[in-house]
């Protein structure tokens, strides 16, 4: 869930930051009780007491560190249950309070309401793509058959899983030729994943699911054998509480590498590697654009780099076995590797090896020795985000200037750049095409965009608009976006995005969001969002998104300056950003509220306690 939280004032003429947390904009203050109360539309709030366990503490590395909300991570507790339910009816409380919140949901789930599609991607010979008519809980999938100018069928609708809406599709993979479609539901926000299969012939009995279910599933992608009997996924052992999946707390340990045959049970599956030793590490199967190989990428936290082994298939004449014995390419974790393509042994990866900003590399399997050969250099500038062979020997890159997103086209073999495609300023939101496909699919958006899906034929060398999405009485023309770069504690330039009414006058108290993430390599860039565009609609208002660093926008050097003992920098360009919105009088600290996610969770968190 994303919360909104307060950025309340700043002390001493703007020398320092404080603020408490709530789910709301204004100011409010600590009573000697710990009772927290806050003033806003003429009203008085007394904030939910929870209490403190000062007695928990313990030791770290040397150090003593007290957490005396402990108790709340035990989500099963009474008191924990209670906490929550406090909580939501107190935020319950003020937001009924506000006097235009229906005119407010009106507007929001009018502008909401719009038809989003997906990017077409082929298999087998047949085209399919997302589709949702605007608030459907869940995108359904539809087939073309044969050709992008059929009549669509609706192939799959995760609607109809459950009443409420809640049964999501969380992953899916089509068999090479298209005969079998296998996918992933999770329910109610579990990471939990039970994959069924059906066929792709979409008449009602094909519709109907084989028998294979394959339970505990997590973090994986299903990848098919070239052959279509089976696939490979990445499981955890079933948890000691299994009866409702997605509550339990325990860390992901002890993940397996598994191949299931279709038509067998899932007890009958193959364990094609665990390392109990390292119980911590997760794992990425994948297969070869050949059918030939396992390619392994072995991971054991959430930063860029990886362990890379490969197995040929041609040893064991194509059949599966238990703990394969793999080519360990990469034995480490001093980098990221990231499979594209392979010619017969000839492998090419997309990687930071020795590049921050990333490369394209290549590995011959039979001369180990050369070890990694640059195919593609790292960009003086720019960071490599994304990599795919299309029409068997066209190289597909995106590049990110300045969190601004484009295309280019190499030669593979050679690594020569042929063209560069002309687009919006703004994000390339997915690339989809195939080795043995003559086009690919691309879908840009922006702030203000809410996506335009492009195609591009390599036989004509053309680039067209395949399908551009709408939004009723939405009209970008009375909006715009700025990009400025904003002087951080150590002087280092932060881009910051501006979405406002066009034209406005800034007098110093224009109602503010500010948005930020900042970690884990994770770019923010521009993307259409309703929520935001209706805040400032709705409050002739301004979002700022800080592209603050822990985020990957210019590459690996950005996402180090951001993490375990630099993480200070993170919550130090948010606030420089907060500090520049208020000394550019765009808005003053009662009107300015900081927003984060996850991680932006962790930083907000951390600049509503500072006081710098």
């Given at each position: 869930m994303r919360l909104i939280y307060p950025f309340s004032h700043f002390y001493k003429s703007f020398q320092g930051l404080s603020c408490r947390n709530l789910r709301a904009f204004r100011v409010f203050k600590k009573t000697s009780s710990c009772s927290r109360v806050?003033?806003?539309?003429?009203?008085?709030?007394?904030?939910?007491?929870?209490?403190?366990?000062?007695?928990?503490?313990?030791?770290?590395?040397?150090?003593?560190?007290?957490?005396?909300?402990?108790?709340?991570?035990?989500?099963?507790?009474?008191?924990?249950?209670?906490?929550?339910?406090?909580?939501?009816?107190?935020?319950?409380?003020?937001?009924?309070?506000?006097?235009?919140?229906?005119?407010?949901?009106?507007?929001?789930?009018?502008?909401?309401?719009?038809?989003?599609?997906?990017?077409?991607?082929?298999?087998?010979?047949?085209?399919?793509?997302?589709?949702?008519?605007?608030l459907q809980p869940q995108s359904v999938l539809y087939q073309l058959k044969n050709s992008l100018d059929s009549p669509r069928d609706e192939f799959f609708n995760p609607n109809t899983l459950e009443a409420d809406g809640t049964a999501a599709l969380n992953t899916y993979s089509f068999s090479e030729h298209g005969k079998y479609f296998a996918y992933g539901i999770s329910k109610s926000g579990s990471d939990w994943v039970t994959i069924h299969v059906r066929k792709t012939e979409n008449d009602e009995q094909n519709k109907i699911p084989l028998d294979d279910v394959v339970e505990w599933v997590k973090f994986s992608s299903i990848e098919w054998t070239h052959d279509e009997a089976g696939f490979f996924y990445n499981r955890y052992p079933e948890p000691e509480k299994s009866d409702d999946k997605g509550t339990e707390t325990d860390t992901n340990l002890n993940a397996m590498v598994c191949y299931h045959k279709l038509g067998t049970s899932q007890s009958d599956d193959i364990l094609v590697y665990k390392d109990p030793s390292n119980p911590e590490y997760m794992y990425d199967p994948s297969i070869s654009t050949d059918g030939r190989y396992i390619i392994l990428k072995i991971s054991k936290d959430c930063n860029p780099v990886n362990k890379l082994w490969v197995f040929d298939l041609e040893k064991t004449n194509r059949r599966i076995i238990e703990n394969f014995d793999f080519l360990k390419i990469v034995d480490n974790f001093d980098a990221e590797f990231d499979y594209i393509t392979n010619d017969e042994t000839t492998f090419y990866f997309k990687t930071n090896l020795n590049a921050p900003r990333y490369k394209i590399v290549k590995y011959d399997l039979t001369r180990p020795d050369d070890g990694f050969t640059e195919i593609i250099k790292e960009h003086p500038i720019d960071v490599l985000s994304f990599a795919s062979v299309i029409a068997e020997s066209n190289l597909v890159l995106t590049y990110m200037h300045d969190v601004k997103e484009k295309i280019s086209i190499y030669t593979l073999s050679t690594g020569k750049h042929n063209k560069d495609l002309p687009i919006p300023i703004g994000s390339i939101e997915i690339i989809t095409g195939r080795r043995e496909d003559t086009e690919f699919f691309f879908k840009f958006v922006s702030f203000l965009n809410p996506g335009v899906i492009y195609r591009y034929d390599f036989t004509k060398e053309t680039l067209s608009e395949y399908r551009a999405t709408e939004v009723r009485r939405f009209n970008s023309d009375l909006f715009e976006t700025k990009q400025v770069f904003v002087e951080s504690k150590d002087k280092t330039k932060i881009p910051v995005f501006i979405i406002s009414p066009k034209h406005i006058t800034y007098n110093g108290d224009t109602p503010t969001l500010l948005y930020g993430y900042g970690g884990f390599n994770i770019n923010i860039t521009p993307a259409f969002s309703t929520s935001w565009l209706n805040f400032i609609r709705h409050y002739n208002a301004v979002v700022a998104v800080a592209n603050i660093r822990g985020g990957g926008e210019y590459g690996e050097e950005w996402h180090k300056a951001g993490m375990l003992h630099n993480k200070q920098n993170v919550f130090d360009d948010f606030q420089s950003v907060a500090k520049w919105l208020v000394d550019n009088k765009i808005t003053c600290p009662k009107k300015l509220a900081i927003n984060g996610g996850s991680n932006g969770g962790l930083l907000v968190g951390a600049c509503i306690n500072q006081i710098i």
């Amino acid at each position: 869930m994303r919360l909104i939280y307060p950025f309340s004032h700043f002390y001493k003429s703007f020398q320092g930051l404080s603020c408490r947390n709530l789910r709301a904009f204004r100011v409010f203050k600590k009573t000697s009780s710990c009772s927290r109360v806050i003033s806003d539309m003429s009203l008085t709030w007394n904030y939910p007491v929870t209490r403190r366990d000062e007695s928990f503490v313990e030791e770290l590395h040397g150090i003593k560190v007290a957490d005396p909300y402990r108790w709340l991570e035990n989500p099963d507790s009474e008191e924990t249950k209670a906490f929550v339910d406090a909580q939501n009816a107190f935020t319950d409380k003020f937001f009924e309070s506000y006097p235009y919140r229906e005119k407010f949901r009106e507007t929001l789930t009018e502008i909401y309401d719009y038809e989003k599609y997906g990017c077409p991607r082929k298999h087998g010979n047949h085209y399919y793509y997302f589709h949702n008519t605007g608030l459907q809980p869940q995108s359904v999938l539809y087939q073309l058959k044969n050709s992008l100018d059929s009549p669509r069928d609706e192939f799959f609708n995760p609607n109809t899983l459950e009443a409420d809406g809640t049964a999501a599709l969380n992953t899916y993979s089509f068999s090479e030729h298209g005969k079998y479609f296998a996918y992933g539901i999770s329910k109610s926000g579990s990471d939990w994943v039970t994959i069924h299969v059906r066929k792709t012939e979409n008449d009602e009995q094909n519709k109907i699911p084989l028998d294979d279910v394959v339970e505990w599933v997590k973090f994986s992608s299903i990848e098919w054998t070239h052959d279509e009997a089976g696939f490979f996924y990445n499981r955890y052992p079933e948890p000691e509480k299994s009866d409702d999946k997605g509550t339990e707390t325990d860390t992901n340990l002890n993940a397996m590498v598994c191949y299931h045959k279709l038509g067998t049970s899932q007890s009958d599956d193959i364990l094609v590697y665990k390392d109990p030793s390292n119980p911590e590490y997760m794992y990425d199967p994948s297969i070869s654009t050949d059918g030939r190989y396992i390619i392994l990428k072995i991971s054991k936290d959430c930063n860029p780099v990886n362990k890379l082994w490969v197995f040929d298939l041609e040893k064991t004449n194509r059949r599966i076995i238990e703990n394969f014995d793999f080519l360990k390419i990469v034995d480490n974790f001093d980098a990221e590797f990231d499979y594209i393509t392979n010619d017969e042994t000839t492998f090419y990866f997309k990687t930071n090896l020795n590049a921050p900003r990333y490369k394209i590399v290549k590995y011959d399997l039979t001369r180990p020795d050369d070890g990694f050969t640059e195919i593609i250099k790292e960009h003086p500038i720019d960071v490599l985000s994304f990599a795919s062979v299309i029409a068997e020997s066209n190289l597909v890159l995106t590049y990110m200037h300045d969190v601004k997103e484009k295309i280019s086209i190499y030669t593979l073999s050679t690594g020569k750049h042929n063209k560069d495609l002309p687009i919006p300023i703004g994000s390339i939101e997915i690339i989809t095409g195939r080795r043995e496909d003559t086009e690919f699919f691309f879908k840009f958006v922006s702030f203000l965009n809410p996506g335009v899906i492009y195609r591009y034929d390599f036989t004509k060398e053309t680039l067209s608009e395949y399908r551009a999405t709408e939004v009723r009485r939405f009209n970008s023309d009375l909006f715009e976006t700025k990009q400025v770069f904003v002087e951080s504690k150590d002087k280092t330039k932060i881009p910051v995005f501006i979405i406002s009414p066009k034209h406005i006058t800034y007098n110093g108290d224009t109602p503010t969001l500010l948005y930020g993430y900042g970690g884990f390599n994770i770019n923010i860039t521009p993307a259409f969002s309703t929520s935001w565009l209706n805040f400032i609609r709705h409050y002739n208002a301004v979002v700022a998104v800080a592209n603050i660093r822990g985020g990957g926008e210019y590459g690996e050097e950005w996402h180090k300056a951001g993490m375990l003992h630099n993480k200070q920098n993170v919550f130090d360009d948010f606030q420089s950003v907060a500090k520049w919105l208020v000394d550019n009088k765009i808005t003053c600290p009662k009107k300015l509220a900081i927003n984060g996610g996850s991680n932006g969770g962790l930083l907000v968190g951390a600049c509503i306690n500072q006081i710098i």
